[in-house]
């Protein structure tokens, strides 16, 4: 089956006609999602995997929820070690309790609808036109090229910034309650940290900053969180929040550090150690 066929399987191509790259409807969806991401550094594609396939969706996730690396640490929103030496008032000096657990490529079922999705060439060439990409790459990291997001009742991914300009991902699951995602667009650029608004926001006094979103199981979003800080708010009630993350490269033969890796997923492989220390940045910022 042709990436077309396995696309339109997956996918509303009644909504968004993408079996067809060269079509007007392609364009469309590209155009208004381009957009989107100029202005705010985010958009969200309601119901992009087919209605009929979401009660699916979450039980393949929930499936495999269980093996997801679980660990309770004390960080910052630049995800650099704490106690690193900031200036008095920096924002990096601010920690929270991060309660999310992940499960790695590794762990997801080939067959499944996101493994599907993520390793889809027409998919691919989508998300490389969404962000005005001539192409992108699968992270060669066997770990965190995909891997399914858990978020507990009684737990936060606390504000924070990726380390990655763009991410691609989709609400598999929704929060009994809470679990809300919220993101301040912009908030620092490639060349400037913004450290006195990053402040504000973490010490809850930059509500002004703050958009908030609701999604919903098939909901696919693009997000540039590089210079937007975003969390997903504490869950609560009886009901876990799951999202698959999408993970792609400008550049080929990406692989995550040891530190983060072992930090996300609790152990790391040889092409972990193989690749430290050959990691290229993009900007100069903290993280």
Known sequence: MGAAETLAGVIDTRRYPLAEPEGTGWDA???RTREALAESGCRVLPDFIRPSLQEALSAECAEIAPDAHYDVETVNAYNIEVGTPLPDGHP????????????PRDRIPAGFIVH????????????????GLPRVHELADPL??????????????????DTNEFTV???TREAGDGGVFEYCPNIRS????NVGDVRRVLT???????????LRPGDLQLFKGRYS??????????????????????????????????????????EHLAAEGRAVRVDGLLD
């Open 29 to 31: 969806v590209v155009s």
């Open 92 to 103: 990096g000096r601010i920690t929270f309790e991060r309660g999310n657990a992940f499960v």
């Open 116 to 131: 599907r999705l993520y390793s889809n060439a027409l998919f691919q060439r989508f998300v490389a036109d969404c962000f």
């Open 144 to 161: 965190s090229a995909l891997c399914l997001n858990v978020v507990n009742p009684g737990t936060e991914h606390p504000w924070h910034f």
């Open 169 to 171: 991902s989709l609400l």
């Open 190 to 193: 490639a060349e400037a940290e």
């Open 204 to 214: 809850g006094h930059g509500e002004d900053l703050v958009r908030r979103l609701t």
């Open 229 to 270: 800080l975003h969390r997903v708010s504490t869950v609560r009630g009886d009901t876990a929040r799951h999202t698959a993350i999408f993970a792609y490269s400008e550049r080929p033969g990406v692989v995550g550090s040891v530190a983060r890796t072992k930090q996300l997923f609790g152990r790391v492989l040889p």
